[in-house]
C-alpha cells in the first residue's frame, strides 16, 4: 500500500513539473525577447499571446498547453493513477508554476487538453454551456469561466463523485475569480 501512494505522489509531481512548463514565456523570451508577464493581461496564456505575438504564437501555446494536459493525463494512466489527478497537477502545475515564483496562466487549455484525452465530454459540455450563459449575462470571461469551472464541478460531484474533476473546476473558477477581483 505505501508503495500506491509513493507512485500516486511521484506522479502527481510529474504531472505538476510537466503542467509547469511555461510555453507563453518561454516562446516570448526565445522569439520576442519579452517576458509576456509584462505585457497586456500578464496572463501567460493563449489569449494574452495572441494579443501581444499574433495568432501563430498564440496557436503554438495553445497547442503546447492542451499536450501539456493530454500528455500529465496520459502518464498518470499509464501508471495506473487516476488521469483526472494527473490533470489536475498539470494544470495546478500551468496555474502555479515553480520556475515563475508561482504566477503562471488560468489552466483552461491545460485543462482541455487532459480532459480530451480522458474522454470526459460531459464535463466539456457542462463548461462550454455554463460559459456561454454567464458570458451572455456579464460580457466578460472571467465571470464566465467562474461559472463554467464552478459548473463543472457541481456536475463532477453529483454525478460520480468524480472528486479530480470537481478539484479541477474549483481550481479554474478560483484562479479565475482571483484574475476577476483584481483588475474589478
Known sequence: MEYGYLLMAETVALCYLIGSIPSA?????ACFHLDIREHGSGNMGTMNTRLIMGWLPALAVFIVDCGKGAAAAWIADCLGVDALLGVTAAVS????????????GKG????LG?????????????FI?????VYALWRQADPAAMGGGFAMAVCALSTGPLIWLAALGLIIAFKHYLSYSRSA
Not at 93 to 100: A, C, D, N, Q, T
Not at 108 to 111: E, F, K, R
Open 114 to 126: 487532459g480532459l480530451l484525452w480522458s474522454i470526459q465530454p460531459v464535463a466539456i459540455a457542462v
Open 25 to 29: 514565456y518561454l516562446l516570448g523570451n
Open 108 to 111: 483552461l487549455a491545460t485543462s
Open 93 to 104: 502545475g500551468h496555474i502555479w508554476p515553480v520556475w515563475l515564483k508561482f504566477s503562471g
Open 129 to 133: 454551456v455554463a460559459w456561454l450563459l
